[in-house]
Nanobody
């Protein structure tokens, strides 16, 4: 099995920045596409950002384009989410997820492994 551990969540004021990290273990990191998803209170989990197996392609939800950046460090088996210009509506539990070769990696139902999440709270 693949284990994912998120870190970096916390409280930040609107307009501020935060960087989330996701450390992966238990598998061949380069064989997995990685993604970030989030879930706000009372809402369904939604896609935020994803990066391909090679790390050469990235994808973002329209709501975060231009503000968030996903990246991966293969040497550290870690994926990051740099969040800038944060808004109160970004408040949610952020989850790291992994998808093995062969399939989309931006849909909640398709992801193979999940971390336990880290809470991000943006105050106004």
């Amino acid at each position: 099995q693949v284990q994912l551990v998120e870190s970096g969540g916390g409280l930040v004021q609107a307009g501020g920045s935060l960087r989330l990290s996701c450390a992966a273990s238990g598998g061949t990191f380069s064989s997995y596409a990685m993604g970030w998803f989030r879930q706000a209170p009372g809402k369904e989990r939604e896609f935020v950002a994803a990066i391909s197996w090679s790390g050469s392609s990235t994808y973002y939800a329209d709501s975060v384009k231009g503000r968030f950046t996903i990246s991966r460090d293969k040497a550290k088996n870690t994926v990051y989410l740099q969040m800038n210009s944060l808004k109160p509506e970004d408040t949610a539990v952020y989850y790291c997820a992994a998808k093995y070769f062969g399939g989309s990696y931006y849909e909640v139902r398709n992801m193979d492994y999940w971390g336990k999440g880290t809470l991000v709270t943006v105050s106004s």
